[in-house]
């Protein structure tokens, strides 16, 4: 597994970091502050092509893999970890979605809108009572003539007020718990589509959190993503590469943290000595450093492993689970390193120690991708030694 | 219109410079290369006026380089320049202005050219000779310093500001011209995904000396580079403690006028 990036991968990296760095870091204090949402940030990334990262050619993409996009994400997230949300739900969800499970008809009549930023895809799937469970969704589709009709409400969606497409699971039928859920594509200006509640959040600011509500919503039979009951399917088989964005998020997160510390610890000098001086400083920035380093390895051979197309549950698990565990480590210990600066607004670390609280939570809790991960290694151990 | 762009391959300009042992380069492992800001700026113009004029407009990269160089050269390709050429030699390790713009002229001679941009200076060797004795060699007027670039709508002629101490200076060049960058000229873009995906096909024409019709590296000129050194360090500072601040200050008042000897 080569861990290496290839020339191509450096110069997309070198192109993300010179934006993120520029262009983004001028908006996104800001823009965290006032809790706004970028539109040009989103339209200048789409234009460079970042919107379409994994989209093929002949749909308008750039055809570079998940390893461009944990790229991508990694150096967004450095600098505004708020942007990284829609750009992973984007492409690793929504894109990801329309391209493996879409008709043909579909791919050709949406990619390129996405591909292009034309229409930002989002992705809702929870509900009140149904957060890790996804089998226990009630949202009901229910066919009628060439339409379904979705009753129903979903929460805590991402960007769900900015989407151009937002694909959605509900129950096509009440009496299967698994097998009776189906993906629907669902455009905002489909009849009986509104944006509810909008949720006012610890962290990630200027990525918007809403309740998205369908009320006897008509979508066309058309818009059924696969086959009526591929839902869970549909749904379970995204969640890899949602997983590898969270984590690539996290990693970016981290980095700062430790960037922040260590700027931040050569200026100040307390005794007469600047922190980094201290033991109890260098010991933190050791674990800091050393904990990035498996958490990129991590992240990283996950992504090559599902650009090869090779099975990746595990991995990427692994990969989401550690890499969003030392986020909050680092925040954390760099923020105490900033001392009670850290704790202000002056100081970016604030903004990063709000920024990682949720990338244990989303795309799958810690205690889900604990649960994943055991269930994969019992698996192994179940073929190498037989009970 | 045929448009050609100078691109050299420095180190990044964050980079940390060490002196090799030898005194005759810097120490490379670890430091990160990049397109020499300046001729980014050139670049940028070069992909504007090819927009502008349109029709059969082509702008050709040109680099001398070490076989690196390769990565930059993709870059530039990926910003939206349609071909490259790259002057590959191990005889043309650590070159003169005189040995490169000899080099430069030749191939850019045979590429054909009705404009020239490159930047007002390597930001590595700080030498900005280049396109002057460039210049001379393909015998055109040479613009330095340009802030402001238009071409006048017959093509027939270019008018430009160019930054001098305190201002800048309007002038008129006919063509061809060779004109050198400086920042402000415009704000480079980025090398997009759908470009760096491009890139992959355009054609970089690798050339060594020979298939320029060189036998060897052409003269240096009158000058050589003898050593290289590091920057000199900085005097010994002295810290002038005491308990109380007006005590210091007098210790201070007393060095300067019988140490330094300055007050």
């Known amino acids: ?387 | 219109m045929k448009i050609i762009v100078l691109l050299k391959r420095v180190p990044d300009t964050e980079a940390k410079i060490l002196i090799n042992q030898d005194g005759n380069g810097i120490r490379e492992d670890g430091v990160k290369f990049i397109i020499n800001t300046y001729d980014e700026y050139g670049i940028e113009e070069g992909l504007r006026l090819k927009e502008k004029v349109g029709g059969d407009s082509k702008v050709t990269a040109v680099c001398a380089g070490p076989e690196e160089s390769t990565e930059v050269i993709r870059t530039a390709l990926a910003m939206g320049v349609d071909d490259a050429v790259h002057i590959c030699d191990p005889a043309l390790a650590k070159p003169s202005p005189f040995t490169i713009a000899e080099v430069l002229a030749k191939a850019i001679s045979e590429e054909g050219f009705d404009i020239i941009f490159c930047g007002k200076q390597g930001i590595d060797d700080d030498m900005a000779q280049t396109q002057s004795i460039l210049a001379e060699k393909l015998d055109i007027p040479q613009v330095n310093n340009a802030t402001v670039f238009e071409l006048a709508d017959d093509l027939s002629k270019a008018v430009l500001n160019r930054r001098i101490e305190g201002g800048d200076e309007k002038v008129e060049a006919s063509l061809p011209v060779i004109i050198s960058c400086e920042k402000g000229l415009n704000d480079p873009r980025y090398a997009s995904l759908p470009g760096i995906m491009k890139a992959k096909k355009k054609e970089i024409r690798v050339k060594n000396l020979a298939d320029l019709g060189f036998n060897e590296a052409p003269s240096s000129g009158r000058s050589r580079v003898l050593k290289w050194l590091p920057m000199p360090k900085g005097g010994e500072c002295k810290m002038v403690e005491a308990e109380e601040t007006v005590d210091a200050v007098k210790e201070l008042a007393r060095l300067l006028r019988e140490e330094a000897k300055v007050v």
């Open chain 1, 1 to 387: 597994m080569n861990i290496q990036l290839t020339d191509e991968e450096r110069m997309i990296q070198k192109t993300i970091r010179d934006f993120a760095r520029k262009d983004l870091a001028a908006v996104a204090d800001e823009a965290n502050r006032e809790g706004t949402f970028q539109d040009e940030i989103y339209a200048s990334l789409a234009e460079l092509g970042f919107m379409g990262i994994t989209v093929p050619e002949k749909y308008g993409g750039v055809d570079f893999g998940t390893f461009s996009l944990v790229l991508t994400l990694e150096e967004i997230s450095r600098v505004c970890a708020s942007t990284a949300v829609a750009v992973s739900v984007h492409n690793s969800l929504a894109n990801h979605i329309v391209l493996k499970y879409g008709s043909e008809e579909m791919k050709e009549k949406y990619l390129p809108r996405m591909a292009s930023g034309e229409a930002i895809g989002v992705y809702a799937l929870t509900e009140p009572d149904a957060g890790s469970d996804v089998s226990a969704i009630r949202m009901s589709a229910v066919k009628r003539g060439d339409e379904y009709i979705l009753n129903g409400s979903k929460i805590f969606i991402s960007t769900g007020d900015k989407a151009g497409v937002i694909i959605v699971i509900a129950r096509t039928d009440p009496e299967s718990k698994t097998k009776g859920m189906s993906a629907f594509l669902v455009e905002p200006d489909h009849p009986g589509f509104s944006v509810g509640k909008v949720e006012h959040k610890m962290g990630l600011k200027a990525s918007s959190t809403v309740e998205l509500v369908f009320e006897d919503c008509r979508v066309p039979a058309a818009n059924l993503i696969g086959e009526e009951g591929m839902g869970m399917q549909i749904a379970l088989g995204s969640l890899d590469g949602g997983r590898i964005g969270i984590a690539s998020q996290a990693l970016g997160i981290a980095q700062t943290a430790l960037d922040e510390a260590v700027l931040f610890g050569r200026e100040r000098k307390q005794f007469g000595k600047r922190l980094v001086d201290f033991q109890a400083t260098r010991w933190k920035i050791a674990d800091m450093a050393t904990n990035i380093d498996a958490a990129r390895l991590l992240t990283y051979r996950a992504a090559r492993m599902r650009d090869e197309g090779l099975p990746c549950t595990k991995e990427a698990s692994m990969a989401k689970l550690f890499t969003t565990r030392i986020a909050n480590t680092a925040v954390y210990d760099s923020l105490q390193i900033h001392g009670g600066v850290g704790y202000t607004e002056e100081f970016k670390i604030e903004r990063f120690f709000r920024d990682a609280r949720v990338t244990e939570i989303y795309e799958g809790t810690s205690e889900i991708q604990r649960l994943v991960i055991s269930k994969q290694v019992l698996k192994e151990y179940e073929q190498m030694y037989p009970a």
